[in-house]
């Protein structure tokens, strides 16, 4: 996944975002708070930014905007709570994600499902705690043997097996996963229970030749080809919160992308 991006402050953005400086935020009515003037400002700039950009420092930007820096914190601080940017500790604030849109959309099954008109369920198949192997540990940016949790489920739509679906998760984000139920949406539970909010993953699919136990899962002969779709997803800080193996019914299930042609 990427990492954020440092941006040196002698690169575009700072001076495009210091340009913006004081002169429209003092044109504006008196009676909009100054930290909502310079919050709109900000998210024009930030607009601009890909994500995980490093923004500059309080200081440059109460310098820049000349604004006092209880100003600039409110300013941030409504960005900060509206999942605009993220803080990492005492390195910065970045760019967040940008928010899930139809045509580049990070869906969950259970979206997906309702997107074409049928109804989600699933089973659990299994739960266990298990420790992180080396590919796993190098995919989360963990330690080898940290506590994963692994949730096996078979996912059906109109009561129809679709597919069979491995998550892991790292334990310590979300420490009694394994308790609670999980016979709902996955990303749901992650936004509600944990306050983890999926923003990016890697993907990859290819073809697979199905075999059991999996085939009878997915109630197909066994060697019936199969989409298996491995997810690497991250949350709005970049953190690596799930890795996914999901094998689709070749036969029930079709990708479809929008894809553009890149200006010249
Ligand atoms: C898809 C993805 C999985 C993800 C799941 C979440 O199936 N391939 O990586 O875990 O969606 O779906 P839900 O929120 O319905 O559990």
Redesign the pocket.
Known sequence: MSEPIHLGLDQGYVSALCRVKTCSLAGEMNDIPKHLLLRRELEKDIARLPPHAQLPTERELTARFEVSRMTLRQALGGLLDDGVIYRIGRTGTFVAESRISKDRSL??????MRARGMV?S?SVIDVAAEPADDTQARDFRIEPDTPLARIERL?LADGIPM?H?V?RVPLQLMPDILTVELT?????LFARRFRIRVASSIQRTRAIAVDHPIARWLMVPAKEPALQ?R?I?SDTTSQVV?I?T?TYRADRYDFTHLIRRQSS
């Open positions: 869906t969950s099954f259970t979206e997906d989600p699933s996912r597919c679906e998550v709902g949406s996955l990303y749901d779709v997810r997803t799930e996914a999901s």
